[in-house]
């Protein structure tokens, strides 16, 4: 074996990279060690208890296990088929946007996730954030009943009680209406616009405060600079031939528009056949854009501003639109550094040259200064109709402003009633506003929540809210289309959703959440079969946002302050610290879901918590070493937490996930009436209201201690020996090439590895005749966002093992996607690939499996047999892949309790079992597993097809993976039919297997990822 | 310094006494018994042929078979609706009884909890009798749609009073079939005829069904195990 082209050395992590001592333990032990040296023991096992109960049931009742009972329906409703899935479209909102969904739902009970694909935006993909939200729904945290707070305790009320309470509050309400505030979820819900109505005319002089914990006015504010009102930019990336990102999370689940931004970014990203898209990123910490990306900046927040009025001041000139509002050239000093000026020629021309087809994409952290820079920029690129269309939203009352009055209002006594609808204000305000303080003033409060949280604790009344999967609802997606959103369930817990608590407070007529909704719809659905088509659907068709003209006014010049002129130093009281909405709890609301806690986070790889990013320039100027636990400050305010090294985060620039650090999420998130710690540090008490999101001269100080971070980024490493083999290979795994060379040489990802022609020693013991199931998984597509491994998760009962396991290296999650760096620790170039088993044909896992455990399928499956597998683990040893996973306790049955020996009758462990996939085997200890490529829904379309005597189509049959994709990166399909997707992509010049030099021959081959940089730039 | 001699009664202690040496005899035959006699014990005492075959469990209400497929002559599928679409042949709703027995005994006592669920919209608890081990994944419609027909795995249904196992369901059982086929195969028409015969010798009849329906059934073990 030997490699033809020079490659660029990758590393999986700056540990790696140094060899530290840390990563040298990873090495020595496949499966390591807590790093406190802690004996392992989540959950005690109990062999003995086992034969206890073995013994008992012997003796009682023979070897017959449990009598299982038949609940057959009274009355089976039309179209209900027992055991067989139904697909329900309904919707979640998020950020004030909705992202449209089909839920898969097992006689009555909803399992499982997917994206419309009938909807506009959604397109079929969903999130890592969508796929928990069934993990949510049956979450035993969720609070039961109301409660009110009577002295300092919390006591549960009936629902009838609460009603009273209304019906004998209301008339002081209708009187005294200015004394009542509503603080609710931002939302564009056009039942919830005219609810307020409703309410705002039945309580005269109320007031009504839209609400988010993270950053909305930012995009608003700057368009009305830009172009007088309010705009909302809705982006079409499919169109643009260059992407300039600026410190935005385009793509993440954050974003509320990141599905269809990943689906747009990797059609721009096809180098076959069509011009392939160059994506510009400069931002202070690594992002999913910023891996797409094929040039990267590494810029710290504040600067942005400055960079962005330099490339407006160098456009506008060679536009010729010099004198009507351009900015002049900013006077700092870092855009003179070669690199940074270098960057701004080549993007400059760049731009200029593909008018009409350039889009510029701004971080809403941004002041909105900026955001009225980039969208005059993208007006003046001609992008308006191309690459970017607006339409005008509602004027809004800006969060500081609008919080601050509330505040003040509480304080001078104006407030005797508040309402918190569906947000946890108490944890995510900023803390210089003194929300709780104020909460506690306020006569009646009553939070409307799903789990009594931080803020419900505090309130008089907490009324339990209903999930999103229980609850009728509509919102308007990112192009403004209706999105409607129907129950799957029955509220589990009594709940009720925020338009049915506003109907019961302000007496509507309707109370219903389904009779409200269709009330709003009356106009545009005025007959059933136009509702039932729009319910059906998911969505009102037709009701996509007209789009607007804008016309620029002119900016004033902009004032750049001091920290503004800077690029970013590394020194202690000039640091800037960004608070980022965590793409996997979010502002928090998901802290107590496990699957999203276990995530790897798509960039750091860290799974149960946060940390403070610091690039290791940064790290190694202040000596904060990987791991350390340091105390970040600003204005006055404290945070402690570990610091972790990340590469590609500017220098002088920290980075913290918001979010975390809750101290009434639940049992897993973090619950101090149960002693249960919160997971991470709660970054919400850095935030100011002045500047809630993007803070200046910070500091970090170290403290004496460090702190394990459970990341996933230097599992599954060998040994020695093994690593000297992967430091070998690694640049033949990612094969990676320009868009020139790659024109010049379009297979050049078959011929870097050389090799004698591979015989096996043994015949094929399979022909391959009928099916032969493969992948392909196209890395120039791939974003790295993770929405594939809740995805997985979901479909196949994958547990959850917990932080000290994930540090032991026990992580059970099927798929993984890799990261790799290469280049500079300080701007590196990243690249991510998914690793599904390979499903070999010629499998070293099944050789060596001494029981028989893991079979060859006709169809080329590497089938594992859970009921055979001792755990021996051979396999696992064996496999090249490092895919396999050992189930080394019983992660699912002891949480659910469930022997096979008695019934569960606790409810709340039933409840939990209501999340399992019913077409799926739920493991226990001792057993290895891995992806079996979605096997039961191969079977279960197979079976289908068959007994109607009908070959399967392609594309009829999805994996999980490839269903959540929003980037359509995965195909999936028969290898033996030629027209099929996947066996197209496989007979594509940059397909390529990974070890193919062993003779595995795999199934999944994956596309070379394609760079497209500019000449000038390299 | 030697050893004291010890007393004749303290050395007995020491010997075994004479009738111990037809233990040795003994011994070798127990020995050789002993591990035959737990294999055959736990071979067949834990065979699914011992522990399952004839359960029969009590059900709520004392229904048979026997009189409403058998004497009657009720199709299986005009209770069992679901058998050739799903993977399950679904336990009637109590609609499906109050059909006949609005009329038919509307007021016999032993029908009451099926009155008493029609009335209350609540479930009758039949008791499963066709278990299978959670991790093997069985579909009705999968077998009765290329003719396996229901009493080569039920058994004569219409002769039961009340249902018991007939068969051991055992994964050695389900491969015997999924090897040779034709053994059981039949014409679709005919999968829910109890006494259907074959009109030839079975093997070359099931023979040519099979060829001429392109049945092959899988022993992959993902077609059974997810």
Partial sequence: MNAKHPRPTYWRSLAELDQDPKFQQMLATEFPEPLDGREMAPGTPARRRFLQIMGASFALGGCRFQEDKLLPFSRRPEGVLPGEPRRFATAMELGGVATGLVVTSYDGRPVKVEGSPLHPTSGGGASSLHQALVLGLYDPDRSEGITRLQGQARVAALPAQFEEFVAAERPNWQSRGSSVRVLSSLSSSPSLAAMKQRFLTAFAGAKWIDYSAVETDNLEAGTTLCFGKPHQAVYQLENARIVLSVHSDVASSTDPAGIVAGRGLARGRVPEGQPMSRVYAVESSLSLIGGIADHRLSMSAGSAKAFLAALDAELSSKLGDAGKGAQPKPAAKFLAEPSIAKFIAALTQDLLANRGAAVLLVGSRLPPEVQALAQRLNVLLDGVGRTVTYHEVPVRERRKDALQALVQDIQAGRVETLLVLGENPVLTAPTDLGFAAALAKVKTSIALSEFEDETALLSSWHVPLAHPLEAWGDSLAHDGTITLAQPLIAPLFGGRSVLELLALLANDPKRDGLEIVRRTHAGSLPNQKAWDRAVHDGFISGTMAAPASVTVGVLPTFALAESELRNGEASNGKLEIVLAPDSKVYDGRFGNSSWLQELPEPLSKQTWGNAVWLSPGTGKALSIADGDLVKVSAAGKELTLPALHVPGQAEGSLRIALGYGRYAAGHVGGLASANVDPVGANAYVLSALGAPFLLSDASITRLDGRQAIASVQDLHAIDAVGQAGIDERRGLLLAEANLEEFQKEPDFAKHLVHHPPLESMWNDPVSYEGHKWGMAIDLNKCTGCSACITACQAENNIPVVGKDSVLMGREMLWLRVDRYFSGSPENPKLSFQPVPCQQCENAPCEQVCPVGATMHSHEGLNDMVYNRCIGTRYCSANCPYKVRRFNYLNFHLDKVEATPFQTVTNKKKLLMHMVFNPEVTVRARGVMEKCTFCVQRIQNVKIKAKNVKRSIADGEIKTACQQTCPASAITFGDLNDPTSLVAKDHALPRAYSILEELNNRPRVRYLARIRNPHPELG | ?226
């Fill in chain 2, 1 to 226: 310094m030697g050893l004291s001699p010890l007393s004749i009664t303290t050395m007995k202690l020491f010997v075994f006494p004479r009738w111990a040496n037809k233990t040795r005899q003994l011994a070798g035959v127990f020995l050789g018994v002993t591990p035959v006699y737990l294999t055959a014990l736990i071979w067949y005492g834990a065979s699914p042929k011992t522990t399952d075959v004839g359960y029969q469990p009590k059900q709520p209400i004392p229904y048979s078979h026997a009189l409403h497929a058998g004497e009657l002559g009720l199709d299986c599928r005009y209770c069992h609706t679901t058998v050739e679409e799903t993977g399950h042949a679904a336990i009637p709703p109590t609609e499906t009884c109050m059909n006949c027995h609005k009329v038919v005994h509307p007021t016999s006592p032993k029908l009451l909890p099926i009155r008493e669920s029609y009335a209350t919209n609540s479930a009758v608890p039949w008791v499963k009798v066709h278990d299978l081990p959670d991790y093997a994944y069985f579909n009705h419609s999968a077998h009765v749609t290329r003719g396996i027909g229901c009493v080569s795995c039920h058994g004569r249904v219409d002769q039961m009073e009340e249902v018991y196992q007939h068969e051991s369901l055992s994964m050695g059982w389900c491969l015997d079939c999924h090897r040779a086929p034709e053994q059981h195969l039949r014409p679709v028409s005919e999968v829910t005829n109890m006494s259907w015969k074959p009109p030839e010798d079975q093997l070359t009849y099931g023979k040519r069904l099979r060829a001429e329906n392109n049945i092959a059934p899988s022993q992959d073990c993902s077609t059974c195990h997810r």
